[in-house]
Structure formats: structure tokens, C-alpha cells
């Protein structure tokens, strides 16, 4: 019996930015799919003002074919809210020094 990963080659992570400098907005939102000890997928998001450590949230699921759903319509609601795609340099974030 063969082991297979369980997430598909063909779903990248998914970066998404909106920068209005007018509203004094720079904003980063990130959706990847990761998989759990019990052989799960959940949607991991992590957003918040670029160059900040910011928020995240999982999602656990069943199946793949569910996170793949969640994940789409999740980008899909952003870009209508007016996120654009950006790279992963907007994702990563500086640490505050304790």
C-alpha cells in the first residue's frame, strides 16, 4: 500500500493584500491547507496589517474535497471585498522585540 500525500499538488497557498493608502489601509489575508494527526485537512488563515505579526484561525475538516470548498469560497468572498493577490512577502511578518 502506497502512501500519498493528502493535500493536492495543484492547490497553492492563496496571498491576498489590499493596500488603500488613502483609508490608511495595508491589510495581508493568507489561506493554506494543512493536514492534522488524524489525517484531516483544515483551512489555516492568517491576516492582519502588513508588517505585523497578525491573527490566524483554523478550520478543521473532513475531507479535502471540503477544505478545497471552504478555502475558494473564502478567497473568493475576499476579492470581492477588494483583496488583490499578492506575494508571499506580504504574508510574512516582523516579530516585536520583548
Not at 502512501?3 to 483609508?23: H, I, K
Not at 478555502?71 to 516582523?94: E, F, I, M, N, P
Amino acid at each position: 500500500m502506497s502512501q500519498t500525500s493528502p493535500l493536492p499538488q495543484n492547490d497553492e497557498p492563496v496571498f491576498l493584500r489590499r493596500v488603500d493608502p488613502a483609508c490608511n489601509m495595508a491589510r495581508f489575508y493568507a489561506l493554506t491547507l494543512e493536514p492534522t494527526l488524524f489525517g484531516e485537512v483544515a483551512v489555516m488563515r492568517h491576516w492582519g496589517r502588513i508588517g505585523t505579526r497578525g491573527r490566524s484561525k483554523s478550520c478543521f475538516l473532513g475531507s479535502i474535497e471540503k477544505a478545497v470548498d471552504v478555502l475558494h469560497r473564502q478567497a473568493k468572498r475576499k476579492k470581492r471585498r477588494g483583496y488583490v493577490a499578492g506575494s508571499t512577502s506580504d504574508a510574512t511578518c516582523t516579530q516585536a522585540e520583548t
